[in-house]
T-cell receptor
């Protein structure tokens, strides 16, 4: 079955600390993985996708097929990073359908 | 970036009535739109995929006769919740897929409350 798991509901760190938001997936083919972010009172927006291999707002994520993981990392958290983060998977076939994880709330304390 | 709007942002209706939610891509043509449902403090659950000019594809467990989807043009998809019940109360979010990167842009969501 296709599934995305984000084990942490809430991650609380201090400003300047490293951040790692965990994401594991289950998919039989070759998925495309995404991280979406939702800031307070704003709509969901794309943060990054694994095929782009880019760093956005200091965040990076590497697809590890062996561990079926796509963890989101940032070396030094900022207060403005506080938001809800969703890991999502899109399967093969170019349907565009997204399967979302449960989401992790990142709270960066001053 | 591309913008997707939803209307209304909030709606309250009585049990048994129907309510229509509109999803519009404002500055791009969305060949595909998606409808999601989000329960409080839960993830987004894909309800259906809407393709312009064809019937929507519903996910398993989603009643197509209850959640009517129409994708009349490349910039408009509508979700009609028919004979609404209190358990249909939820946050409904749409997204539009923009070629060629096929990136999805999300609407702000519609809060439906059925009394």
């Amino acid at each position: 079955a296709q599934r995305v798991t984000q084990p942490e509901k809430l991650l609380s760190v201090f400003k300047g600390a490293p951040v790692e938001l965990k994401c594991n997936y289950s998919y039989s083919g070759s998925p495309e993985l995404f991280w979406y972010v939702q800031y307070s009172r704003q709509r969901l927006q794309l943060l990054l996708r694994h095929i782009s291999r880019e760093s956005i707002k200091g965040f990076t994520a590497d697809l590890n097929k062996g561990e079926t993981s796509f963890h989101l990392k940032k070396p030094f958290a900022q207060e403005e990073d506080s938001a809800m983060y969703y890991c999502a998977l899109s399967g093969s076939g170019n349907t565009g359908k997204l399967i979302f994880g449960q989401g992790t709330t990142l709270q960066v304390k001053p | 970036g591309a913008v997707v709007s939803q209307h209304p942002s909030r709606v309250i209706c009585k049990s048994g009535t129907s309510v229509k939610i509109e999803c519009r891509s404002l500055d791009f043509q969305a060949t595909t739109m998606f409808w999601y449902r989000q329960f409080p403090k839960k993830s987004l659950m894909l309800m259906a995929t809407s393709n312009e000019g064809s019937k929507a594809t519903y996910e398993q467990g989603v009643e197509k006769d209850k959640f009517l989807i129409n994708h009349a043009s490349l910039t408009l998809s509508t979700l009609t919740v028919t004979s609404a019940h209190p358990e249909d109360s939820s946050f409904y979010i749409c997204s539009g897929r923009e070629p060629p990167r096929d990136e999805q842009y999300f609407g702000p969501g519609t809060r439906l409350t059925v009394t």
